[in-house]
């Protein structure tokens, strides 16, 4: 064991720089947007996810991503999953893991933990010995394929782009393609389903980035920010803005949902701005933003920008260079009285 340690600490270290290099470089290596594909040819990719209870009531709560060529960072979570029980004011401490032989073994730095992942389960031995078996499951959105209320705005039903300019179908999915609804919009409820790709060796803006940009100014981050902190320039973010209250990103190739209330600026008659817009921002079901004041005529590289002078704009979905997909995109108009 002392052994294993000693060769884990030492790969982690040229790893670690080499990957974030690579990531500089814009060398991401193998990128997979296909989760069957990927359990087929990347053994790391079925080992990645949480492990824990679906439940609330549990001790710990573990993510595991992936980092390529079988590394990975093991967040354990005080009190369970987000959106289970854990919160950002809980414990959450990360661990440094490898392959070794058909177990995956990692290690704490502070050596108050140690764990490993066999057979399906993430075997956590805490520092006063207690030791937990923590299965691996999958969670999905509680409101993952939402149908359209009578009235709603279908912008995408997988069988075309036609809402769109620039849209791009490929395989029944809208691709990321810097697409721009034609429609614009003032107060809605926006539904979205969004996909990120596997790529275990990119790290930061490069892993899987997109984003929905509201009245095409103020966007809200798509990326790959499974198990990270949950900041503003990550999944949930509103990007330049603020933080989501709590990371609620799912693992890379999973169905991930947006549900957003969006309620427009107002202007008084002589169209002088009296009042913000402001959204409420529901990610895989659980709120992370709550009527929040976007006190900002845009955030970065939105597609409408300069000084807020109208209610209405489109929906846009941001192309970053990476193969985001999206699904099932409607959107329900609430008339101002």
Known sequence: MIRSTYLLRCFLMLTVASFSAGAENGKAGSVWIDPEVAAKEDADFSIQGEYGSASVGATYGVQVVALGEGTFDAYVLQDGLPGLGWTREKSRRVIKGMRDGEKIVFVDTEKKISATIEGGNFLLVSEDGKKSSLPRIERHSSTLRAKP?????????????????????????????????????????????????????ARGQGRGNSGVYHSGRWETQVLDSFGLDGKDNECGGIYSITEPRLNMCLPPLSWQTYDVDYTAATFDASGKRTAWPRITVKLNGVVIHENLELAKDCTASAPISGQLTTTDGPVHLQNHGNPVFYQNIWIVNHPRK
């Open 149 to 201: 209320p009578q009235g709603a705005v279908v912008l995408f039903d997988g069988s075309s782009a036609d809402a769109w300019e620039n849209g791009k179908v490929e395989n029944g999915l809208l691709r990321a393609s810097g697409a721009t609804s034609k429609q614009r919009f003032g107060d809605y409820t926006l539904h979205l389903e969004f996909r990120t790709p596997y790529l275990p060796k």
